[in-house]
């Protein structure tokens, strides 16, 4: 069974501070991995998508991957209060096709 | 350019009716995928269309039912409504190429009784 797994939270992190969120998966053959965030209520919305090794930022966004581990983290510098959301890690593990299997969600809560 | 959108936005069954979620792609996209969402947990893949045939389908039993439009808008039909069904319902579209983004619309939320 392929999974993916996050702390579910909820991760606290004061206002302008680092939130470091991870997420690791089973299936080692998983090639485009996505992180989403999703306030209360709503639907998810893409913040970022990686495909290889490495780091790729985004403005205050930062994915990090690491396929020989099994391993992607999302960065978010200068934490602002709208970050506190759930934000849900994403595996595609078809190199086709886009049925990707989603953690259960890290809620993040930024304190001002 | 119009986003993924669904409809409806709220649905109330009671236990053992029937209901069809409805979903339009985003402008340009030919694949829909639905997903249900249970309180507190992510996203679970229930099926993909594309060319308007079932082309993946995740662990749902066959109550769910689905069915796509030559405009690549799309239906999801559950039958027999069960508590545990309770749940958002969301479409998601993507261009059908490899390693493709998918994007997803605000979702339907369904309460069964």
């Known amino acids: 069974q392929k999974e993916v797994e996050q702390n579910s939270g909820p991760l606290s992190v004061p206002e302008g501070a680092i939130a470091s969120l991870n997420c690791t998966y089973s299936d080692r053959g998983s090639q485009s991995f996505f992180w989403y965030r999703q306030y209360s209520g709503k639907s998810p919305e893409l913040i970022m998508s990686?495909?290889?090794?490495g780091d790729k930022e985004d403005g205050r966004f930062t994915a990090q991957l690491n396929k020989a581990s099994q391993y992607v983290s999302l960065l978010i510098r200068d934490s602002q209060p709208s970050d506190s959301a759930t934000y849900l890690c994403a595996v595609n593990p078809n190199n086709y096709g886009q049925n990707f299997v989603f953690g259960p969600g890290t809620r993040l809560s930024v304190l001002p | 350019d119009a986003g993924v959108t669904q409809s409806p936005t709220h649905l109330i069954k009671t236990r053992g009716q029937q209901v069809t979620l409805r979903c339009s792609p985003k402008?340009?996209?030919?694949?829909v995928s639905w997903y249900q969402q249970a309180l507190g947990q992510g996203p679970q893949f229930i099926f993909q269309y594309y060319e308007e045939e079932e082309r993946q389908r995740g662990n749902f039993p066959d109550r769910f039912s689905g069915h796509q439009f030559p405009n690549y808008s799309s239906e999801l039909n559950v039958n027999a409504l069960l508590l545990g069904d309770s749940a958002l319902y969301l479409c998601a579209s993507s261009f059908d190429r490899a390693l493709e983004t998918q994007y997803f619309g605000p979702g339907t939320r369904l309460l069964v009784l």
């Open positions: 402008s340009g996209h030919d694949t």
């Open positions: 990686i495909y290889s090794n």
